[in-house]
């Protein structure tokens, strides 16, 4: 029988690491929520405020863009444009390259990953290294991020004491906090000898022009603290339209991820050092990546740019935390990533057009994002493309012969009556993908087709009772 | 979630069963017309209903859908409140429509039915403003709010008239607001994905060791029920919210 993937990856998934992820995720989607409700009672008229701010910044990007790039430049910083991810790791490229620089520190971005950054920089002979814990032990295991947030919620202390002990960090050491001052040390020496940073940014203010960043690790600011030259990779959407925004969206974006007030490191950089900055890189370069994001701006999901990447959606979603982040073969994982990777995709659209279909469409996602994206009916547009589109659906019954039947009275009152055939044993035997799929594990009720039509047709004759 | 602000709320009612009441559980359907007739409610039952449109709208399959909807359209016209025992087809009335009909020449049509469009309990308590509940029905009961109330007046509707039933002890069980991982077709198309999510949730359920597990959607209960029915911690007795007050209404005489 044809499998959806996410449904064979979720089968075969290692039970513990099925287990870990799904008690992490539910951990931080009871942080969330606690520390929202301590702070703000119900944060819904929060959460909706941020989403007007977000969405009218995208519907005004034309506009936000163009101001951030003279703010920008007016602080000292250089911008460039890039259309799409090859375009994106070639201006890395020649900005290093100009610079002469061969050693790069890098700290988390996601835009990073979806342009597959580092592979193009190791390709050109650039040694580039993550400096966020997780992105690290990722980058060293030659692995992917499983979490917008916790790149590495789906690895144990005993696999990443193994990474270590390959890489010859130390003997085997299992120990949490060993195995943090191991990547300490031997990070500090890669910040020494970095000839340039590369970080993504949170947000982009487009009245003052500012970078926002933030870590837990403080290693965004290690990695500006010793190096000459700062290129900030930031997804066209980040721009928000001032200041004043960034006091609603920090404080929901921390709480939502993480369940803190504040990110550790909330860093706002303006340019490069010079005349009133006196420390930091020499030069800054931002690079806007639009990456098909013009193409999601047009499209009837463009609600789904508000994104400030906080993983609440996948910490509190049933399928994610059953199938965990590998099983959406793609940069961003669970219910932002079943909407996010197919738009992404361009014109590989149905190689990802099974996303949206891994979803019961619980809402709960929905109800915890900090900019009130409807991710749900985003991934019902996207269902509606695929059909339109003639994609398969493995699994699926079909709809269209259920249509004809519901939308003809008699053919569905017939329908009804002969529905008992159901109740017949050798009947359920037969096989129907569907229909099997649903009785290996579940048992179906009594058919009782039209009992309650006649039921209501006797009471009408009069026959009041029951 | 979008609800309407403004819905009819007189005591004359269409009812729609819904197709899985129409298939399996007319007892809870018939649960719910004699809850709305003690709450003084006309029920008109028209006889062309089939089903809310949902399966085809989930599927993606948005023009059998729209088919499906504009056969509901017909059947439910004029200006009555439209009431049914099931938050998600309420919600594919009052939410999914104006999501399938965008662009649509009878997006109006559709729009006007989705403007009637009530869940039972939400119905009955913020509609009706019904202020008590006769009669007795001595059990503990774990509910399960059905997804597609989420941000709607339900949840906490069904929680009000379960506390107004003498005798009714709701007991809470863990990570209560997850899905129960049935979705519609979700539920064959991802079989491992939704077991997994449905035994969780029973598991969950049955520590609580509830006397029934209670909802106003039977298609939760279908997947928990049916479930249930496979495991070998055996079956856990499913009621729907109207089944629990018309006990008590029997109880009452």
């Given at each position: 029988?044809?499998?959806?993937?996410?449904?064979?990856f979720?089968?075969r998934?290692?039970?513990?690491?099925?287990?870990?992820?799904?008690?992490?995720?539910?951990?931080g989607?009871?942080?969330?929520?606690?520390?929202?409700?301590?702070?703000?009672?119900?944060?819904?008229?929060?959460?909706?405020?941020?989403?007007?701010?977000?969405?009218?910044?995208?519907?005004n990007?034309?506009?936000?863009?163009?101001?951030?790039?003279?703010?920008?430049?007016?602080?000292?910083?250089?911008?460039?444009?890039?259309?799409?991810?090859g375009?994106?790791?070639?201006?890395?490229?020649?900005?290093?390259?100009?610079?002469?620089?061969?050693?790069?520190?890098?700290?988390?971005?996601?835009?990073?990953?979806?342009?597959e950054?580092?592979?193009?920089?190791?390709?050109?002979?650039?040694?580039?290294?993550?400096?966020?814990?997780?992105?690290?032990?990722v980058?060293?295991?030659?692995?992917?991020?499983?979490h917008?947030?916790?790149?590495?919620?789906?690895?144990?202390?005993?696999?990443?004491?193994?990474?270590?002990?390959?890489?010859?960090?130390?003997?085997y050491?299992?120990?949490?906090?060993?195995?943090?001052?191991?990547?300490?040390?031997?990070?500090?020496?890669?910040?020494?000898?970095?000839?340039a940073?590369?970080?993504?940014?949170?947000?982009?203010?487009?009245?003052?022009?500012?970078?926002?960043?933030?870590?837990?690790?403080g290693?965004?600011?290690?990695?500006?603290?010793?190096?000459?030259?700062?290129i900030?990779?930031?997804?066209?959407?980040?721009?928000?339209?001032?200041?004043?925004?960034?006091?609603?969206?920090?404080?929901?974006?921390?709480?939502?991820?993480t369940?803190?007030?504040?990110?550790?490191?909330?860093?706002?950089?303006?340019?490069?050092?010079?005349?009133?900055?006196?420390?930091?890189?020499?030069e800054?370069?931002?690079?806007?990546?639009?990456n098909?994001?013009?193409?999601?701006?047009?499209?009837?999901?463009?609600?789904?740019?508000?994104?400030?990447?906080?993983?609440?959606?996948?910490?509190?979603?049933?399928?994610?935390?059953?199938?965990?982040?590998?099983?959406?073969?793609?940069?961003?994982?669970?219910p932002?990533?079943?909407?996010?990777?197919?738009?992404?995709?361009?014109?590989?659209?149905?190689?990802?057009?099974?996303?949206?279909?891994?979803?019961?469409?619980?809402?709960?996602?929905n109800?915890?994002?900090p900019?009130?994206?409807?991710?749900?009916?985003?991934?019902?547009?996207?269902?509606?493309?695929?059909?339109?589109?003639?994609?398969?659906?493995?699994?699926?019954?079909?709809?269209?012969?259920?249509?004809?039947?519901?939308?003809?009275?008699?053919?569905?009152?017939?329908?009804?009556?002969?529905?008992?055939?159901?109740?017949?044993?050798?009947?359920?035997?037969?096989?129907?993908?569907w229909?099997?799929?649903?009785?290996?594990?579940?048992?179906?009720?009594?058919w009782?087709?039209?009992?309650?039509r006649?039921?209501?047709?006797?009471?009408?004759?009069?026959?009041?009772?029951? | 979630?979008?609800?309407?602000?403004?819905?009819?709320?007189?005591?004359?009612?269409?009812?729609?069963?819904?197709?899985?009441?129409?298939?399996?559980?007319?007892?809870?359907?018939r649960?719910?017309?004699?809850?709305?007739?003690?709450?003084?409610?006309?029920?008109?039952?028209?006889?062309?209903?089939?089903?809310?449109?949902?399966?085809?709208?989930?599927?993606?399959?948005?023009?059998?859908?729209?088919?499906?909807?504009?056969?509901?359209?017909?059947?439910?016209?004029?200006?009555?409140?439209?009431?049914?025992?099931?938050?998600?087809?309420?919600?594919?009335?009052?939410?999914?429509?104006?999501?399938?009909?965008?662009?649509?020449?009878?997006?109006e049509?559709?729009?006007?039915?989705?403007?009637?469009?009530?869940?039972?309990?939400?119905?009955?308590?913020?509609?009706?403003?019904?202020?008590?509940?006769?009669?007795?029905?001595?059990?503990r009961?774990?509910?399960?709010?059905?997804?597609?109330?989420?941000g709607?007046?339900?949840?906490?509707?069904?929680?009000?008239?379960?506390?107004?039933?003498?005798?009714?002890?709701?007991?809470?069980?863990?990570?209560?607001?997850?899905?129960?991982?049935?979705?519609?077709?979700f539920?064959?198309?991802?079989?491992?994905?939704?077991?997994?999510?449905?035994?969780?949730?029973?598991?969950?359920?049955?520590?609580?060791?509830?006397?029934f597990?209670?909802?106003?959607?039977m298609?939760?209960?279908?997947?928990?029920?049916?479930?249930?029915?496979?495991?070998?911690?055996?079956?856990?007795?499913?009621?729907?919210?109207?089944?629990?007050?018309?006990?008590?209404?029997?109880?009452?005489?």
């Amino acid at each position: 029988m044809a499998e959806q993937q996410i449904d064979q990856f979720t089968r075969r998934l290692d039970g513990k690491v099925r287990r870990a992820v799904r008690e992490n995720s539910a951990a931080g989607t009871a942080k969330r929520a606690e520390i929202l409700a301590a702070d703000y009672g119900d944060p819904t008229p929060l959460r909706r405020l941020a989403g007007e701010i977000r969405q009218h910044a995208i519907e005004n990007l034309d506009v936000h863009l163009a101001k951030a790039e003279d703010s920008l430049k007016r602080n000292g910083a250089e911008v460039h444009y890039a259309v799409t991810a090859g375009d994106a790791c070639r201006v890395v490229s020649d900005i290093l390259s100009r610079a002469g620089a061969r050693k790069v520190v890098k700290s988390k971005s996601m835009v990073t990953e979806e342009i597959e950054l580092n592979g193009h920089l190791e390709a050109e002979g650039i040694e580039s290294v993550e400096t966020d814990l997780g992105e690290y032990i990722v980058q060293i295991d030659g692995d992917h991020p499983s979490h917008i947030v916790k790149p590495i919620i789906h690895k144990s202390r005993e696999d990443i004491a193994r990474s270590f002990e390959r890489e010859g960090l130390g003997d085997y050491d299992d120990d949490p906090e060993t195995i943090t001052r191991r990547a300490r040390a031997w990070l500090r020496r890669k910040y020494f000898e970095a000839d340039a940073a590369i970080t993504g940014a949170n947000f982009v203010t487009a009245d003052s022009g500012r970078l926002v960043l933030v870590t837990n690790e403080g290693n965004s600011r290690f990695c500006l603290a010793a190096t000459r030259l700062h290129i900030a990779l930031v997804g066209i959407e980040k721009v928000v339209s001032g200041d004043a925004d960034l006091a609603v969206l920090l404080n929901l974006l921390a709480r939502s991820a993480t369940g803190q007030q504040l990110t550790v490191y909330t860093e706002f950089i303006q340019g490069p050092a010079g005349s009133g900055r006196p420390s930091g890189p020499r030069e800054t370069h931002v690079v806007f990546v639009d990456n098909r994001r013009t193409e999601v701006l047009a499209s009837d999901c463009r609600e789904i740019l508000r994104c400030i990447r906080c993983g609440a959606c996948l910490n509190v979603c049933p399928v994610y935390r059953q199938a965990t982040g590998h099983a959406y073969r793609g940069v961003y994982p669970g219910p932002v990533g079943a909407v996010l990777t197919p738009l992404l995709a361009g014109k590989d659209f149905p190689a990802f057009a099974d996303l949206p279909k891994a979803s019961s469409l619980c809402g709960a996602c929905n109800e915890v994002c900090p900019v009130d994206i409807p991710i749900p009916d985003l991934l019902l547009r996207l269902r509606n493309r695929a059909h339109a589109e003639r994609l398969p659906s493995p699994g699926s019954p079909p709809m269209g012969p259920f249509a004809a039947m519901a939308s003809r009275p008699w053919l569905w009152r017939m329908a009804l009556r002969s529905g008992r055939v159901m109740d017949v044993g050798p009947v359920q035997k037969i096989p129907v993908p569907w229909m099997r799929a649903w009785l290996n594990t579940r048992t179906l009720p009594e058919w009782r087709g039209g009992k309650f039509r006649a039921w209501m047709r006797d009471r009408r004759k009069g026959g009041d009772e029951t | 979630m979008s609800v309407p602000s403004q819905r009819p709320a007189g005591r004359k009612v269409l009812f729609m069963a819904t197709c899985l009441c129409d298939a399996f559980f007319d007892n809870a359907a018939r649960a719910a017309v004699e809850v709305l007739e003690h709450a003084g409610c006309e029920v008109i039952f028209p006889e062309d209903q089939t089903c809310c449109g949902q399966p085809a709208f989930n599927s993606g399959n948005w023009p059998a859908c729209r088919k499906v909807m504009r056969h509901a359209a017909e059947v439910f016209n004029g200006d009555l409140p439209v009431v049914t025992p099931s938050g998600s087809c309420a919600a594919m009335l009052f939410h999914g429509a104006g999501i399938a009909f965008e662009g649509e020449p009878d997006r109006e049509v559709i729009g006007q039915l989705a403007g009637r469009a009530w869940e039972l309990a939400d119905f009955l308590v913020n509609g009706l403003g019904v202020p008590s509940w006769p009669g007795r029905f001595p059990a503990r009961v774990a509910f399960h709010q059905a997804c597609h109330t989420r941000g709607t007046a339900s949840g906490p509707a069904a929680l009000r008239l379960l506390g107004m039933v003498e005798g009714v002890e709701v007991t809470p069980f863990g990570e209560g607001d997850q899905c129960c991982g049935f979705g519609g077709t979700f539920s064959v198309g991802f079989p491992h994905v939704s077991t997994s999510m449905g035994q969780l949730k029973l598991d969950h359920v049955r520590k609580a060791t509830p006397d029934f597990l209670v909802s106003g959607d039977m298609s939760c209960l279908l997947h928990l029920g049916g479930l249930a029915g496979k495991e070998p911690g055996g079956a856990v007795p499913t009621l729907h919210l109207a089944e629990v007050l018309q006990k008590a209404l029997r109880d009452d005489g």
